[in-house]
């Protein structure tokens, strides 16, 4: 049987499947959700970004305890893009863009989360729902970082995302 | 040698028609995609059942396939009662293998782990329906075929 040669590649190592199929139940199964208020998408999406906050915030401590200190913020956020998204999804942001002030756009190319759904427009309008905490995670990192920032997402086509992180000053 | 996958059936353990897809399929059903499948699992559930009865032997595979002097039907159930059933032209080797590769690289990954599809429920998803087709073209029981 001639295998396609991607075919081994694309497989989740079981390790992680339980965190994957997890992230897809939280989602659907309308535990976030309070019964009287069903279908309410904002609430849901703002319950699962604040998981991936605590989240986020709690790893980086982990994750940070063989590093050395960062030199400024876009040391901070180069290490977001390499080793803090290798040790959830695996691979490294495909693209960083920043405007040096205070603006950066990660982009991922084939999102872990997204890449069992669709690589068509089909399912486009779940797409938030897939986002929401993985930026929270983003947000919890940098705020344990002492950064305060905003995260949002968008998706033109699926797998493919990006990240729009916004640092605020204090002023 | 002319090798052909006509088409596959997918039925999940209670009998529902979760995906049909089609290849070469010279002779057009004709009934609707829901009645036949209908048709194709309650033939199955009655042969599976024949063949455990009149065993000589304890069965231990989980696969059969029935030939005509046209075509060969092959069948396949994963442990937890996927049955994945695929018609081929006679000269086809066993596509056991197949249909496993089908379950673990297709089915696994594009209906189990996407959230969007319901278990038991028939797959819509595009993404689903194109490495289907990306598997079975890639194999070798397809691409020899000389049409």
């Not at chain 1, 309308?30 to 849901?44: A, M, Q, R």
């Not at chain 1, 905003?150 to 640092?167: D, G, K, L, N, Q």
């Not at chain 2, 990954?109 to 073209?137: R, T, W």
Request: aromatic share 12%; proline share 4%; hydrophobic share 35%.
């Amino acid at each position: 049987m001639a295998l396609p040669p991607q075919a081994t590649s694309i497989t989740t190592p079981p390790d992680e499947l339980p965190l994957e199929l997890l992230h897809g139940e939280l989602i659907f199964s309308g535990v976030l959700l309070s019964k009287d208020k069903e279908g309410d998408i904002n609430e849901l999406l703002s319950k699962l970004e604040f998981i991936g906050f605590s989240t986020g915030y709690r790893l980086i401590e982990r994750l940070l305890k063989d590093s050395t200190r960062f030199k400024d913020e876009l040391d901070t956020i180069k290490f977001i893009c390499k080793d803090f998204w290798v040790a959830i999804y695996k691979k490294q942001i495909d693209n960083l863009r920043t405007n040096h002030q205070g603006t950066y756009v990660l982009q991922d190319n084939c999102f872990k989360l997204l890449s069992k759904i669709s690589a068509t427009k089909q399912y486009l309008e779940h797409g938030p729902k897939f986002l929401a905490f993985t930026c929270g995670i983003i947000r919890g990192a940098l705020s344990n970082l002492g950064i305060s920032s905003v995260v949002v997402a968008e998706i033109s086509t699926m797998p493919t995302c990006r990240f729009h992180i916004t640092i605020q000053r204090a002023t | 040698m002319v090798m052909t996958i006509h088409n596959l059936y997918i039925f999940d353990r209670n009998g529902t028609l979760m995906f049909y897809g089609e290849w070469n399929r010279k002779k057009a059903g004709t009934m609707n995609k829901e009645e036949e499948g209908k048709l194709v699992y309650g033939m199955l559930f009655s042969l599976r059942s024949f063949l455990e009865k009149i065993s000589p032997l304890d069965l231990t595979d989980n696969s059969f396939c029935y030939r005509t002097s046209k075509y060969k039907m092959n069948y396949w159930e994963s442990p937890t009662g996927v049955k994945f059933v695929m018609n081929t032209d006679l000269s086809s080797p066993n596509v056991k293998d197949l249909l496993r590769v089908i379950y673990q690289m297709v089915y696994v990954e594009y209906v189990v782990k996407n959230p969007v599809c319901p278990m038991g429920e028939y797959i819509h998803s595009e993404l689903f329906a194109q490495k289907l087709d990306e598997l079975v073209k890639s194999s070798l029981i397809y691409t020899s075929k000389t049409s």
